[in-house]
């Protein structure tokens, strides 16, 4: 089946550093990928969705200029967290969806393994 | 903004079927309903999907209500491994983000 990766799968830095973490879809290629955040014990929340070559698209309450995302080819996209504090320690999740969606493979979007980011 | 309504949490003796419902009233003609599950710690794995027909696959089961209004999803004989949060989710497949709801937090009892 269809494989998505991430990387690193955790990160501890300081307060105020910058953490980039990487969402590769290995045997597809993923016009749209999407970020979520999970806090411990809560659903999956959208944060992003990143179109390849284009900007991404934030949900409403999600500061573009904080989560800054990259979709530089279809098969990566990049989510970096500028300034980190330790209200941002979260689980981030990415999923990418298959551009050739219709070849009845049954579903259509993969999700990765999270990333686990802690902010001292 | 999520259009489910599951109940926070279950339990199911392990080797008995799991039935886990899905309230979507405000589903449209269009739109699918999904299930994922989540392991602790773990990115969420799809289980199955339908629009309007019951479908089966090798994880479960999915049965749909005629008016589409609600769902099951069905494990049938759940082993201590499917304990994870399951999460049921309309999508409108032409068009792209998933929300996700509260989910079912399933655990199987030895």
């Known amino acids: 089946g269809a494989v998505v990766s991430q990387h690193p799968s955790w990160v501890i830095c300081k307060s105020g550093t910058s953490v980039k973490i990487e969402c590769r879809s290995l045997d597809f290629q993923a016009t749209t990928m999407f970020w979520y955040r999970q806090f411990p014990k809560q659903s999956l929340m959208l944060m992003a969705t990143s179109n390849e070559g284009s900007k991404a698209t934030y949900e409403q309450g999600v500061e573009k200029d904080k989560f800054l995302i990259n979709h530089a080819s279809l098969t990566l996209s990049t989510l970096t967290v500028t300034s980190a504090h330790p209200e941002d320690s979260s689980f981030y999740i990415c999923?990418?969806?298959?551009?050739?969606?219709?070849?009845?493979?049954?579903?259509?979007?993969?999700f990765g393994p999270g990333t686990r980011l802690t902010v001292l | 903004d999520a259009k489910t309504t599951q109940p926070p949490s279950m339990d199911c003796a392990e080797g008995r079927a799991a039935n886990l419902p899905c309230n979507h009233s405000t589903i449209s003609g269009n739109e699918y309903v999904y299930w994922y599950r989540q392991i602790h710690s773990q990115g969420p794995q799809y289980i199955i999907h339908g629009l309007k027909n019951n479908e089966t696959n090798e994880m479960a089961s999915l049965i749909i209500t005629e008016d589409r209004k609600s769902s099951t999803l069905i494990l049938p004989h759940a082993t201590l491994r499917d304990t994870a949060v399951y999460y049921c989710?309309?999508?409108?497949?032409?068009?792209?983000?998933?929300?996700f709801g509260t989910g079912t937090s399933l655990t199987v009892i030895p």
């Open positions: 999923s990418a969806r298959d551009a050739t969606w219709t070849s009845g493979r049954g579903n259509e979007q993969f």
């Open positions: 989710i309309v999508f409108y497949r032409m068009g792209n983000q998933f929300y």
